[in-house]
């Protein structure tokens, strides 16, 4: 499983990459802030809105502490995806956030 810290993401945001993230966070995390430009697919309803992710593009996932996306990381890496784990979530994510 490929990882990304959250400092390599933000530096990247910062560089103006064009990425795919998807923060797999239940509804009330997200309500307290998430990556700008982040797409909110919780962590139980992937299977059922995995039509909804690019197979042909990489993604980057975000939890709160990088456990979930992890486990979201080998789900989508079983049926084909190309997905990237961002260590340590949200809790250590200094950059800007959206509500």
């Known amino acids: 499983m490929k990882h990304?810290?959250?400092q390599e993401l933000e530096q990247q945001l910062k560089e103006g990459r064009a990425l795919s993230i998807?923060?797999?966070?239940?509804?009330?995390?997200?309500a307290h802030g998430?990556?700008?430009g982040a797409r909110h697919i919780p962590l139980g309803q992937l299977l059922e809105r995995m039509?909804?992710?690019?197979?042909?593009?990489?993604h980057i996932l975000v939890c709160r502490s990088g456990n979930r996306?992890?486990?979201?990381?080998?789900?989508?890496?079983?049926y084909g995806y190309q997905v990237v784990n961002m260590t340590g979530g949200m809790l250590e994510w200094t950059g800007e956030i959206e509500r």
Do not use: F, H, T, W
Not at 23 to 29: F, G, L, P
């Open 22 to 30: 998807i923060d797999v966070r239940e509804y009330e995390e997200v």
């Open 51 to 58: 039509n909804e992710i690019d197979k042909n593009e990489e």
């Open 4 to 6: 990304i810290s959250p």
């Open 34 to 36: 998430k990556i700008p």
């Open 69 to 78: 996306s992890g486990m979201a990381c080998q789900l989508l890496e079983s």
